[in-house]
């Protein structure tokens, strides 16, 4: 949860990127809109700068993109990352491999390991081990391999997986395992339009530093059931961090705290403030309105004063360790579950 600072700023004032980020967010905006429009060229932009750009934040959305894109092409340029002598661009590889299309990438995988190198045959290891159950064939293959090392890490791998099918066969679940809860993990593309949210309130987050902290609070968000996440002065967040969930809840760019207020008084939302200070109740004690907005603020000055102002409920959670604040993203989290619960004991 983000302090609270005395420092004021207009609603309309947002301060700037540095120039780094700066250049990092234009990169990633324009790697997204090439993807979404499908322009010529888009899936080898995506892919150099999922494997090579420096900054997270065109990486992430490189990497969201190229799941959208022809899994033939993407798995036959990525191959051969595996076997690189750059151990950061066989991670990258390893990372988004066991994203793509299973059926595809096994297809593909099981020729070209047959001339792989040692290095490429290990990789290939924890991509298969992170692909699931689909994968323990080309292992049990690998674990016979003549180079010693591969086969000894094919082998870790084929145990590791087959404990956690054992594992996952013995716990108990009601209905079929959700998507999400198998490996590679997470939601994957819609490819339909994006179902309706029902849930009766929204999180808006005030001009975030991390883009990690911003992915997350998505994810949150999704799992909580929020109809919408309102991103209020930057759309400037770390796509992988989400899991996937921001295909699955709408996700909006809002660009002043102004703009944020108009539009939650227009929809009907009580904006509800979490912020630190000696106007705010006490999580615990807070009676919660019925259609809330949970806004939360940047991770060093929080919300700007005037934005608290405009509030019609200041929320704080209490600390009582020696650190003084919670994590931005993990505070919402916080904040959004103690309104589930408080919802669910008003209607039983």
């Known amino acids: 949860m983000s302090r609270r600072t005395d420092q004021p700023r207009a609603l309309h004032e947002l301060p700037p990127l540095a120039p780094a980020e700066a250049a990092a967010y234009a990169q990633g905006r324009a790697l997204r809109a090439l993807a979404e429009a499908r322009a010529g060229g888009w899936v080898q932009r995506c892919l150099e700068a999922a494997l090579k750009a420096e900054h997270p934040f065109p990486r992430g959305e490189a990497r969201l993109a190229l799941q959208q894109a022809p899994a033939p092409a993407v798995v036959r340029a990525l191959l051969p990352a595996l076997t690189s002598q750059n151990r950061r661009l066989r991670r990258r590889a390893m990372t ?12 593909q995988m099981e020729p070209w390991l047959t001339e792989a190198s040692r290095e490429g045959k290990k990789a290939a290891c924890s991509v298969l081990g992170a692909v699931g159950e689909d994968g323990t064939a080309l292992l049990r293959v690998l674990a ?55 849930g009766t309130f929204a999180v ?39 899991k996937g969930s921001d295909w699955w809840i709408p996700v909006e760019l809002l660009p002043t705290p102004m703009a ?15 912020q630190q200070g000696s106007t705010a109740q006490s999580l615990y004690d807070v009676k919660w309105p019925r259609q809330p907005l949970i806004v939360v603020g ?51």
């Open 96 to 107: 988004l491999l066991p994203r793509l299309e299973a059926a595809e990438l096994l297809r």
């Open 260 to 274: 944020c207020i108009e539009r939650a008084r227009t929809e009907g939302y009580a904006i509800v403030a979490l």
């Open 144 to 198: 016979g391999d003549a180079d010693p090392g591969v086969a000894r890490q094919a082998a870790r791998t084929l145990t590791v997986s087959e404990e956690r099918a054992a594992q996952a066969a013995a716990t108990p679940r009601k209905g079929t395992m959700p998507e999400s809860a198998r490996r590679p993990f997470g939601l994957p593309p819609r490819h339909e339009t994006m179902p309706e949210r029902t």
């Open 298 to 348: 940047n991770e060093g000055d929080g919300l700007p004063p005037d934005f608290i102002e405009a509030a019609d409920l200041q929320v704080s959670i209490p600390v009582v360790g020696r650190i003084d604040s919670l994590n931005v993203a993990v505070a919402a989290t916080v904040g959004m579950y103690f309104y589930l619960g408080a919802q669910e004991r008003m209607n039983t």
């Open 204 to 242: 808006a987050a005030f001009n975030f530093s991390y883009g990690v902290n911003l992915g997350v609070l998505i994810r949150s968000a999704e799992a909580a059931g929020a109809r919408a996440v309102w991103v209020v002065g930057r759309d400037f967040y770390y796509r992988p961090s989400t």
